[in-house]
């Protein structure tokens, strides 16, 4: 499920779907998601998914990122400092990276954004990656364990 539909890229750009080739605003709807995805851990993308309805806060970055698209391809020629969609995809991926480093939460999701959710601190490896040759017995390998 993305995160915005047609209907809803039209409507922020305040377009008709005869102005807009189907495939260029399926193309920019993937691309918001997809850098919306690449922004959140699984973890949040686990609870995004399970949701009925799209939080209204995603839904309008990923409208914002899709027009930026859309309008990036209907007029790629003309100068982007002219073009006021760059300054919304600017701010979506500012509010994307907020989001993804707590900053900012999303209404409705509790879950903690930007904890490790792995680490591999002090790992000590449990075999040798060498070549067998170069295998030996751990003679501390009891007393390493009782540190930990």
């Known amino acids: 499920m993305a995160f915005c539909i047609t209907t ?12 807009v080739p189907e495939a ?4 920019a709807i993937i691309k918001a998601d997809a850098e919306i995805r690449a922004a959140f851990s699984s973890d949040l993308l686990a609870v995004l998914d399970a949701l009925s309805e799209t939080p209204a806060i995603i839904k309008s970055l990923a409208e914002d990122i899709a027009s930026y698209y859309v309008m990036r391809g209907l007029y790629s020629g003309k100068s ?3 073009n006021t969609w760059i300054d919304k995809y600017k ?5 994307l990276k907020d989001i993804t480093e707590g900053r900012k939460q999303i209404e409705g999701i509790t879950l903690k954004v930007g904890t490790v959710q792995s680490s ?3 790992y000590k490896r449990t075999f040798d990656e060498r070549d067998e ?3 030996k017995t ?3 390998k009891l007393e390493d364990l009782a540190d930990d």
Do not use: F, G, R
Not at 8 to 19: G, I, K, P, R, Y
């Open 91 to 95: 701010e979506a991926k500012e509010t």
């Open 138 to 140: 751990d003679p501390d």
């Open 24 to 27: 260029l605003l399926a193309k």
């Open 133 to 135: 040759t170069n295998w």
């Open 8 to 19: 809803d890229v039209l409507t922020n750009l305040n377009m008709e779907e005869a102005h």
């Open 80 to 82: 982007p400092s002219i």
């Open 120 to 122: 591999t601190k002090d």
